[in-house]
């Protein structure tokens, strides 16, 4: 079966730095997505990653391991308005999204 | 640009009603989605399209129907409500396999 991990919940600091983790199995790899969705609101992008490596944009990084099906997002910097999920999503050999639950980040003062 | 626009917001829905979730996007984009998000779950795929005239299914078609006529619409049809359809129903589109896919606002229907 196809599956995707990522914890439930996490909790930061305001100005502190977290890192989330994604782990998956899945039926082939044609990228991974990182989405950011805040609650009662849709999900919006984040970050792509299709090869192996640190791909960074802003106070954003997200790094891939394809040989470990491993991905995590990297968040620097907090602020109050980062409490949001973050949404792991792998794109298997048919090209249809696979999603992980998320992880519910609350940021603290 | 509107980007995906979605209706209704919120819906109530009574057991074996039946009802359709309009979907619409301004991108010009080939491929179309829905979803639904239940609590603690990650999103499933319901149907999607390549384009216009062509749909496929995905994770979990079963109580639902879809059309492409247009490039810009994707209306999601439920037909006999049941109380597992209950959930957040979002649509989504791409320019291709690959791509960003923007979402719309969504549509939370409760089914009782």
């Known amino acids: 079966g196809q599956n995707i991990d990522q914890p439930t919940e996490m909790t930061a600091t305001e100005g502190a730095i977290v890192q989330i983790n994604c782990t998956y199995q899945?039926?082939?790899?044609?990228?991974l997505f990182w989405y950011q969705q805040h609650a009662g609101e849709a999900p919006t992008f984040l970050s792509y990653?299709?090869l192996d490596g640190l791909e960074e944009k802003g106070r954003f990084s997200s790094f891939l391991s394809r040989s470990k099906g491993y991905s995590y997002l990297l968040l620097k910097e907090l602020q109050m308005k980062d409490s949001a999920s973050y949404l792991c999503?792998?794109?298997?050999?048919?090209?249809?999204?696979?999603w992980g639950a998320g992880t519910k980040l609350i940021i603290k003062p | 640009n509107a980007g995906v626009t979605q209706t209704p917001k919120f819906r109530i829905l009574k057991i074996g009603q039946s009802m359709t979730l309009q979907c619409a996007q301004d991108?010009?984009?080939?491929?179309m989605y829905w979803y639904r998000q239940d609590p603690g779950m990650g999103l499933k795929l319901i149907y999607y399209?390549?384009?216009?005239?062509?749909?496929d299914k995905g994770e979990v078609p079963n109580g639902y129907n879809v059309s492409r006529s247009t490039t810009e619409d994707f209306p999601l049809r439920l037909e006999l409500a049941a109380p597992s359809q209950t959930s957040v129903y979002f649509c989504?589109?791409?320019?291709?396999?690959?791509?960003?896919?923007?979402f719309g606002p969504g549509t939370r229907l409760l089914v009782l």
């Open positions: 999503a792998v794109e298997d050999s048919n090209y249809q999204l696979i």
């Open positions: 899945t039926s082939g790899f044609n990228g």
């Open positions: 399209s390549v384009g216009a005239g062509i749909t």
């Open positions: 990653n299709v």
């Open positions: 991108m010009n984009h080939n491929y």
């Open positions: 989504a589109s791409s320019r291709a396999e690959q791509e960003t896919q923007y």
